[in-house]
């Protein structure tokens, strides 16, 4: 299995920055794209940005401008970059990742994973 761990959330005040970091880890294993999602009580979860291994990426309208994803291959870390943050930026952010690794056997199948989520809160 491949296993995704987060950190960098935190509090900060409204006009604030913060880094989230995510890592992927595991054996004989390939990303194809990470990304992240964030969610608050009582709401599905929304996806925030998203970006493949050739640096493709997609950012949803409310943080266009403001957000930055960016992915490091040889580390299999993707970070997002979150800048000029906001009240309404508040939520728990989780990464996810799909590629394909070797099933042990004799193949290699697709994986997706998702972190554990870290915690953003924005004071206004």
């Known amino acids: 299995q491949v296993q995704l761990v987060e950190s960098g959330g935190g509090l900060v005040q409204a006009g604030g920055s913060l880094r989230l970091s995510c890592a992927a880890s595991g054996s004989r294993f390939s990303v194809n794209s990470m990304g992240w999602h964030r969610q608050t009580p009582g709401k599905l979860r929304d996806a925030v940005a998203g970006i493949t291994r050739s640096n493709a990426t997609n950012y949803a309208d409310s943080v266009k401008g403001r957000f930055i994803i960016s992915i490091d291959n040889a580390k299999n870390t993707v970070y997002l970059q979150m800048n000029n943050l906001k009240p309404e930026d508040t939520a728990v952010y989780y990464c996810?990742?799909?590629?394909?690794?070797?099933?042990?056997?004799?193949?290699?199948?697709?994986?997706?994973?998702w972190g554990q989520g870290t915690q953003v809160i924005v004071s206004s």
């Open positions: 996810n990742a799909e590629g394909t690794r070797f099933d042990g056997i004799d193949r290699y199948v697709s994986w997706n994973s």
